[in-house]
């Protein structure tokens, strides 16, 4: 078979002068590598047109889906976020009901408001030791399709950012029970199904729409994922229609190579590198049973992926920021993101011994100079605050105040709705006007719409003075409402008690007193609220 890298290798060494796009003419300038340019070409003859694909992008989008035994695969360039996007809008009809995990990617959030979709939520089950979600069971599924017969299509992340892993077979035969599809948002598994360590993939095991990020656990450039699609529920010219609409309308052929070079990858060298990847992982989590504070997310066939080391710090005297800076700055070792009571690193087939080696020496020395101090509360964790009185699983019905189904289509209504911005201390029991998010890892903490409570608020507190990163709050008061999103991180200087903000708020300060070398602080935020209720006084 032919291959995009060598097609465009040998192109460039051809004596063809471009009088086209793109305007670098394939000559380097900077520092950027001459290589690169090169190769950077646009839909030129030979080269096929990504959006109408007949030639070789055909031929290798076919060959991924070979490989990843689905029906059809389409290569993307703008991510799974692309991805998402289409495979949402291409299942349900503008004005739909989706039912769809709260711990989405805001990706699948934004899709519901483009297409005006009612969202249900399922919330997933907690795994309160580690204090994330875990998968979703097939149970909770057929339960709220009983509960809610109008949802057209469930959209299910899996494995979670964390690695949680669902029972996809099941859920998929609970969701064909109704003859409506399964999306399931696979970003992070992208190397599913390769070998007997891994899980099985989503197409697999029986999902109309799959998408991987091939960029966050295979060798590939940042922005590269596919999209595969599977049976009849899914009409094919729609979802080509919304490809077309989400994408950009000159795909990067570097990109699209580096899709082609990492499933060749798999193809000719994956299944042994998987072997090893998966070996030396299982090495490094056995040495660090020796940590006496800190723990680790076992691994679990079938519910906890290969390669996401979760380290929980919650029965040691540290936060998870605390030990992800000081990996850092002390040992130079850079994590994928921090949360409250949790640091995670990621493995994939990429990783050389040293990086196994120096994680796990690493820890090991930091946990010999921990204590168990402050284990009983430490901070609130915003996947428990997400659950905690708006669940959705078996037996429970959706709570109204939650549920945004039974308000009409009040995310979309929300986002454009009349909003002013308010002091974010201020603003308990007002409705979100933005969305907010703890970023990574992208998960909405408030969706336009939703009621902002004083748990809540002392979360975001509690973020921000852990010096978490959240998306969508104001440092100052903007003049006009309806702007792009801001962020908003705390940083470490600036010592001020925190003033009560009513219930769920002494928790926090508890807690923050407990923490040793916190900064307890409250710095000024604005939000955007809807514009339909007066903030507290
Ligand atoms: C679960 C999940 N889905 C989708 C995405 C979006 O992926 P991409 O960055 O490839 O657009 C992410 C990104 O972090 C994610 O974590």
């Given at each position: 078979?032919?291959?995009?890298?060598?097609?465009?290798?040998?192109?460039?060494?051809?004596?063809?002068?471009?009088?086209?796009?793109?305007?670098?003419?394939?000559?380097?300038?900077?520092?950027?590598?001459?290589?690169?340019?090169?190769?950077?070409?646009?839909?030129?003859?030979?080269?096929?047109?990504?959006?109408?694909?007949?030639?070789?992008?055909?031929?290798?989008?076919?060959?991924?889906?070979?490989?990843?035994?689905?029906?059809?695969?389409?290569?993307?360039?703008?991510?799974?976020?692309?991805?998402?996007?289409?495979?949402v809008?291409?299942a349900l009809?503008?004005?739909g009901h989706i039912l769809m995990?709260?711990?989405?990617?805001?990706?699948a959030?934004?899709?519901a408001?483009?297409?005006?979709l009612t969202v249900s939520?399922?919330?997933?089950?907690?795994?309160?030791?580690?204090?994330?979600?875990?998968?979703?069971?097939?149970?909770?599924?057929?339960?709220?399709?009983?509960?809610?017969?109008?949802i057209g299509a469930v959209l299910?992340?899996?494995?979670?950012?964390?690695?949680?892993?669902?029972?996809?077979?099941?859920?998929?035969?609970?969701?064909?029970?109704?003859?409506?599809?399964?999306?399931?948002?696979?970003?992070?598994?992208?190397?599913?199904?390769?070998?007997?360590?891994?899980?099985?993939?989503?197409?697999?095991?029986?999902?109309?729409?799959?998408?991987?990020?091939?960029?966050?656990?295979?060798?590939?450039?940042?922005?590269?994922?596919?999209?595969?699609?599977?049976?009849?529920?899914?009409?094919?010219?729609?979802?080509?229609?919304?490809?077309?609409?989400?994408?950009?309308?000159?795909?990067?052929?570097?990109?699209?190579?580096?899709?082609?070079?990492?499933?060749?990858?798999?193809?000719?060298?994956?299944?042994?590198?998987?072997?090893?990847?998966?070996?030396?992982?299982?090495?490094?989590?056995?040495?660090?049973?020796?940590?006496?504070?800190?723990?680790?997310?076992?691994?679990?066939?079938?519910?906890?992926?290969?390669?996401?080391?979760?380290?929980?710090?919650?029965?040691?005297?540290?936060?998870?920021?605390?030990?992800?800076?000081?990996?850092?700055?002390?040992?130079?070792?850079?994590?994928?993101?921090?949360?409250?009571?949790?640091?995670?690193?990621?493995?994939?087939?990429?990783?050389?011994?040293?990086?196994?080696?120096?994680?796990?020496?690493?820890?090991?020395?930091?946990?010999?100079?921990?204590?168990?101090?402050?284990?009983?509360?430490?901070?609130?964790?915003?996947?428990?605050?997400?659950?905690?009185?708006?669940?959705?699983?078996?037996?429970?019905?959706?709570?109204?105040?939650?549920?945004?189904?039974?308000?009409?289509?009040?995310?979309?209504?929300?986002?454009?709705?009349?909003?002013?911005?308010?002091?974010?201390?201020?603003?308990?029991?007002?409705?979100?006007?933005?969305?907010?998010?703890?970023?990574?890892?992208?998960?909405?903490?408030?969706?336009?719409?939703?009621?902002?409570?004083?748990?809540?608020?002392?979360?975001?507190?509690?973020?921000?003075?852990?010096?978490?990163?959240?998306?969508?709050?104001?440092?100052?008061?903007?003049?006009?409402?309806?702007?792009?999103?801001?962020?908003?991180?705390?940083?470490?200087?600036?010592?001020?008690?925190?003033?009560?903000?009513?219930?769920?708020?002494?928790?926090?300060?508890?807690?923050?007193?407990?923490?040793?070398?916190?900064?307890?602080?409250?710095?000024?935020?604005?939000?955007?609220?809807?514009?339909?209720?007066?903030?507290?006084?």
């Amino acid at each position: 078979m032919e291959h995009l890298f060598d097609k465009l290798t040998e192109y460039g060494q051809e004596n063809v002068y471009p009088y086209h796009m793109p305007g670098h003419k394939r000559r380097g300038w900077g520092r950027l590598p001459e290589d690169m340019y090169l190769r950077d070409i646009t839909e030129i003859e030979g080269f096929d047109n990504l959006h109408q694909s007949a030639g070789i992008l055909r031929e290798l989008q076919n060959h991924a889906a070979v490989l990843y035994g689905s029906e059809e695969s389409f290569y993307l360039v703008n991510g799974s976020t692309s991805g998402i996007l289409s495979a949402v809008s291409a299942a349900l009809p503008s004005g739909g009901h989706i039912l769809m995990a709260r711990n989405s990617h805001k990706a699948a959030y934004h899709a519901a408001y483009l297409r005006n979709l009612t969202v249900s939520y399922l919330y997933p089950p907690m795994m309160e030791e580690y204090d994330i979600f875990d998968g979703i069971r097939p149970e909770q599924i057929g339960e709220a399709l009983e509960m809610e017969p109008d949802i057209g299509a469930v959209l299910i992340v899996s494995p979670t950012y964390e690695g949680r892993i669902s029972d996809i077979r099941g859920i998929a035969e609970a969701v064909h029970k109704k003859n409506i599809p399964l999306i399931v948002d696979e970003a992070h598994g992208a190397h599913l199904g390769f070998t007997n360590d891994f899980a099985e993939n989503g197409c697999q095991a029986g999902a109309d729409l799959v998408i991987h990020s091939v960029h966050k656990t295979l060798p590939s450039l940042t922005q590269t994922a596919l999209l595969h699609v599977n049976g009849s529920l899914i009409d094919r010219d729609l979802l080509r229609r919304f490809l077309h609409i989400y994408q950009s309308s000159s795909p990067s052929y570097l990109l699209m190579a580096s899709i082609d070079n990492a499933l060749q990858y798999i193809e000719e060298t994956g299944r042994d590198v998987f072997a090893a990847f998966a070996g030396n992982y299982k090495k490094m989590l056995s040495g660090l049973r020796a940590c006496k504070h800190l723990r680790f997310l076992p691994l679990e066939h079938g519910k906890q992926d290969v390669g996401k080391l979760l380290i929980s710090t919650k029965m040691s005297s540290i936060s998870g920021k605390q030990l992800y800076d000081i990996l850092l700055k002390e040992y130079c070792l850079q994590l994928e993101m921090a949360a409250d009571t949790y640091a995670l690193a990621m493995f994939t087939v990429n990783d050389a011994e040293e990086g196994y080696e120096r994680m796990e020496s690493a820890l090991l020395q930091i946990d010999a100079t921990l204590t168990s101090a402050g284990t009983e509360e430490k901070g609130i964790s915003g996947a428990r605050l997400l659950t905690d009185g708006r669940i959705c699983s078996v037996g429970k019905r959706f709570p109204v105040e939650t549920s945004i189904s039974h308000e009409g289509q009040l995310l979309s209504r929300a986002w454009d709705g009349r909003k002013r911005y308010v002091e974010l201390w201020e603003s308990a029991g007002c409705r979100a006007g933005e969305f907010v998010n703890l970023y990574p890892p992208g998960i909405p903490l408030l969706v336009p719409g939703e009621r902002i409570t004083p748990q809540l608020l002392a979360v975001i507190r509690h973020y921000l003075d852990t010096g978490l990163n959240i998306e969508g709050l104001r440092e100052e008061k903007p003049e006009t409402t309806g702007e792009g999103l801001g962020q908003l991180q705390a940083g470490e200087e600036g010592r001020e008690k925190p003033e009560t903000m009513g219930e769920g708020v002494g928790k926090l300060e508890a807690a923050e007193e407990r923490i040793q070398g916190y900064h307890v602080k409250r710095k000024r935020a604005w939000i955007c609220i809807l514009d339909e209720c007066k903030p507290r006084s």
